[in-house]
């Protein structure tokens, strides 16, 4: 079955403490990307990457970080998590034939 | 910059039909659309290409008028599993699919 993985699903942490967010794919997408989902703002894009070691900002990517190591992971780090960091976080697929993201399940986050 | 999307949300009764519209200030290769159930992550339903091309849901359609950045979803003989936010996605290049706020859709029987 096609999917989208992100660990953890539901996270409460503390103002400085790092994470990380894990998203894993299985379907050989080149795409991926995250986004971080608030009340009446939508999505926004926070970084995406069009393949392996390629990686590019979204329009909200201050105190973010990723990697793209292999192709189907894509990690999004905080690596000193602030309150304005709680949100809704989805990871994202590309196929690029079709031209449809495929989202996982998400990821709330809440930091006190 | 954010597409705008009209209504912000919507109180259908079952059966009857609803208009979702999304509008950009950019120039647009292609406009997308997704459903989200609450607790849930968005589903693809529609995507609009430039050139008139279209591919998606059955039972729903789109426009997509390249001119006015515009594009419009149609929802008919509305159902119940048809309640969910729905957000309209453009895209200028290829790499950047830009979401709206959302539009709250409610069918009530």
């Known amino acids: 079955e096609a999917q989208v993985t992100q660990n953890p699903r539901y996270l409460i942490t503390v103002t400085g403490k790092k994470l990380t967010v894990t998203c894993s794919q299985n379907?050989?997408?080149?795409?991926m990307s995250w986004y971080r989902q608030d009340p009446g703002l939508g999505l926004r894009q926070i970084y995406y990457s069009m393949n392996v070691e390629v990686t590019d900002k979204g329009d909200v990517p201050e105190g973010y970080k990723v990697s793209r190591k292999e192709k189907r992971n894509f990690p999004l780090i905080l690596e000193s998590p602030s309150p304005n960091q709680t949100s809704l976080y989805f990871c994202?697929?590309?196929?690029?034939?079709?031209?449809?993201?495929?989202f996982g399940a998400g990821s709330r986050l809440t930091v006190l | 910059q954010q597409p705008v999307q009209s209504p912000q949300a919507v109180i259908l009764r079952e059966g009857e039909d609803a208009v979702i519209n999304c509008s950009s200030s950019?120039?647009?290769?292609?406009v997308h659309w997704y459903r989200q159930k609450h607790g849930e992550a968005p589903v693809f339903l529609m995507i609009?290409?430039?050139?008139?091309e279209q591919k998606g849901h059955e039972k729903i359609s789109a426009s997509f008028n390249e001119k006015k950045q515009q594009s419009s979803l149609y929802l008919t003989a509305s159902q119940l599993s048809y309640s969910g936010t729905y957000f309209c996605g453009t895209e200028g290049s290829y790499d950047k699919v830009i979401f709206g706020p959302g539009t709250s859709l409610s069918v009530i029987p």
């Open positions: 950019k120039a647009l290769y292609s």
């Open positions: 379907m050989n997408h080149e795409y």
């Open positions: 994202a697929t590309r196929d690029a034939g079709a031209n449809v993201l495929t």
């Open positions: 609009l290409l430039k050139g008139g």
